[in-house]
Nanobody
Framework: QVQLVESGGGLVQSGASLKLSCAAS????????MGWFRQAPGKERDFVAG????????YYADSAKGRFTISRDNAKNTVYLQMNSLKREDTAVYYC????????????????????WGQGTQVTVSL
């Protein structure tokens, strides 16, 4: 069993940066693809960014491309999401998730295919 704990959220102004962390415990996540998702009030949980278990491949939602960077440190059992040039529409609860399936050809963008989830961290971007 894997426990995931996100941190680093907060209230920032438009244009600011935040770095989210997702610390895993219980077992190593070095063989899991990892993803960041977000959910705004009244909306579905959307894919933001994903990284393969090796760290060789990364994927981003169109809304995140050029502004967000996902990375991982398997030695620390931690995944990160660096968010720059934040906009009001980035306001949401951000979740990290782990996918146990090693047979995928690419990181999944489907939240239903992830096995473990953190509790989320709130990101609020004001004008």
């Amino acid at each position: 069993q894997v426990q995931l704990v996100e941190s680093g959220g907060g209230l920032v102004q438009s244009g600011a940066s935040l770095k989210l962390s997702c610390a895993a415990s219980g077992r190593t996540i070095s063989t899991y693809d990892m993803g960041w998702f977000r959910q705004a009030p009244g909306k579905e949980r959307d894919f933001v960014a994903g990284i393969s278990w090796s760290g060789d491949s990364t994927y981003y939602a169109d809304s995140a491309k050029g502004r967000f960077t996902i990375s991982r440190d398997n030695a620390k059992n931690t995944v990160y999401l660096q968010m720059n040039s934040l906009k009001r529409e980035d306001t949401a609860v951000y979740y990290c998730a782990a996918d146990r399936n090693r047979l995928r050809l690419k990181v999944s963008t489907n939240p239903g295919e992830y096995d473990y989830w953190g509790q989320g961290t709130q990101v609020t971007v004001s004008l």
